[in-house]
């Protein structure tokens, strides 16, 4: 059974930085490619970052250079490294990983206010 759990979402003002970390089971995790997308309220899901098997990464320009996707496949773990949060990076965000099937977890919320 594939499961995929995030956690580290959260509260943070403008300005501020978070992780998300999103852990794997039931999936041979270092042949996947692994996503972080998010849904605002209103908005269709979208691609936040993605970080492929061998390491190469994509980013949505809208995360550019304040986002980062990395991954350790010892622990079968991603992250999203956010900085500089704005009020409309507030969203759900998802965990994916996708082979031959897409698979996604629960969502983690993350919400930039002050």
């Known amino acids: 059974q594939v499961q995929l759990v995030e956690s580290g979402g959260g509260l943070v003002q403008p300005g501020g930085s978070l992780r998300v970390s999103c852990v794997a089971s039931g999936i041979i995790f270092r042949l996947y490619n692994m996503g972080w997308y998010r849904q605002a309220p209103g908005k269709q899901r979208e691609l936040v970052a993605i970080?492929?098997?061998?390491?190469?990464?994509n980013y949505a320009d809208s995360v550019k250079g304040r986002f980062t996707i990395s991954r350790d496949n010892a622990k079968n773990t991603v992250y999203l490294q956010m900085n500089s949060l704005k009020p409309e990076d507030t969203a759900v965000y998802y965990c994916n990983a996708r082979l031959k099937y897409d698979y996604w977890g629960q969502g983690a919320q993350v919400t930039v206010s002050s």
């Open positions: 970080i492929f098997s061998g390491g190469g990464t």
